[in-house]
């Protein structure tokens, strides 16, 4: 036996040879866990009854003898699995029947209302076409990778009717007209991190200040323009400079408070309107001239490094003090819209580092731009 008693395939538990037909089988059952929540062996593999795992599998797949397949089950949901697997251990306790897993609680009144994805016969056959056709593969035979791929696409075809069957859409487009769309309503779905035990007195409208008193005196001092250098804001500067340090002192810098300045840089980076006349080099660029920002890419890599230096934030102190999940930490996050009165902190960090990594992919695969063009005047 090969592999975990969750997500091996039937011919697995069965001692078969390992072929590409189990690899699909097993990420037919990663989706239907993905899209319903959980298994109904899942509490048989979480405690490694590896036998029970393989004749529930027999039977949802129509190879136990005189019962039809149940495919459905893969589709009732977590809290119906659950409570049936413990149903099913009381029974087979006052039994003394370690082996009674079987249907005979499908009509149990105890059991909790399954998802009524599970009752949708289209859906139902979309998964059984899928398996069916795994099954009837052997070692040699090479899988329907199309009929695979259009089974599960099936499921995006019409909207769920259940409310427990619908998943959090998560807007991932970090694309360039997702960024001039948001800056120019003003900043409204701007995503916000505030960790307010850590708040500073260097707000925007001081950086802004100092940047109208440096123009001023090199307009008074006669100096030449400074636009063609390719410098961003003297705020993110600053920002960017934070991360820096925090992630050259990682071993020293409290984690969440590196993620705040992270957060306070990566942010507007990622989400900001990003000016390529004022911050790329040579004053000669547009923001749709489609050619790589070198200063764009550099600061989107400065920030993925930061993360880098921490784990990318990956320990529990960044939201919980003392790592209890009792004492969060005093964070204010909001993801554009969001008004689900959840904490969004977590799944604001997966999004900035989703959409940076996403965002270094895409300017990557862009082409250099021209250098300006120069015109020398006459004589």
């Keep these: 036996f090969r592999g975990t008693s969750m997500y091996a395939s039937l011919r697995i538990h069965q001692l ?10 097993s990420l037919m059952y990663v989706f ?53 697997a413990k149903i099913e251990r009381e029974n087979n ?31 139902v056959e979309l998964l059984k076409v899928a398996f069916d056709h795994l099954r009837g593969l052997a070692f040699c035979d090479m899988p329907d990778y199309g009929l695979i791929r259009r089974s599960l696409l099936g499921f995006l075809e019409t909207p769920s009717q259940d409310d427990n069957d619908k998943l959090m859409e998560i807007a991932w487009d970090t694309s ?58 003297l705020g993110l500067q600053f920002r960017v400079a934070q991360m820096e340090y925090n992630a050259k002192h990682s071993k020293t810098i409290p984690v969440h408070i590196a993620l705040h300045d992270w957060m306070q840089a990566s942010i507007p980076i990622l989400y900001g309107k990003w000016d390529s006349r004022k911050y790329e080099k040579g004053g000669h660029r547009r923001d749709d001239d489609g050619y790589r920002r070198e200063n764009y890419l550099r600061a989107i890599g400065q920030c993925l490094r930061a993360a880098e230096k921490f784990g990318c934030f990956r320990d529990r ?38 959409g940076l990594r996403k965002a270094r992919r895409c300017e990557e695969g862009k082409k250099f731009a021209p250098p300006p063009v120069l015109s020398f005047g006459s004589n």
Excluded at 16 to 25: A, Q
Excluded at 45 to 52: P, Q
Excluded at 96 to 123: F, I
Excluded at 323 to 345: F, L, Q, V, W, Y
């Design 16 to 25: 078969k040879d390992y072929c590409p037909r189990d690899d699909l089988w």
């Design 32 to 84: 239907c866990d993905l899209v319903s929540g959980g298994l109904p062996w899942m509490s048989y593999a979480a405690s490694k009854e590896r036998a029970a795992c393989h004749k529930l599998k027999e039977r949802i797949h129509g190879e136990t003898e005189n019962e039809p397949h149940a495919t459905h089950e893969l589709l009732q949901g977590y809290e119906y699995h659950i409570e049936k």
């Design 93 to 123: 306790n006052n039994n003394d029947d370690e082996n009674s897993v079987g249907p005979q609680l499908e009509v149990d009144e105890r059991l909790p209302t399954p998802l009524k994805m599970s009752e949708d016969a289209r859906l």
């Design 176 to 233: 360039d007209a997702a960024k001039n769309t948001q800056s120019s309503t003003g900043g409204s779905s701007m995503p916000q991190w505030q960790l307010h035990d850590h708040d500073t007195d260097l707000t925007d409208q001081l950086f802004k200040r100092a940047e109208q008193l440096a123009e001023g005196e090199r307009v008074e001092e006669g100096k030449s323009d400074e636009s063609g250098k390719g410098q961003i804001p």
């Design 317 to 354: 102190s960044i939201v919980y003090e003392d790592g209890s999940s009792a004492n969060r930490r005093p964070i204010t996050a909001s993801i554009g819209e969001n008004s689900s009165g959840k904490p969004a902190d977590l799944a604001l960090l997966s999004r900035i580092l989703f």
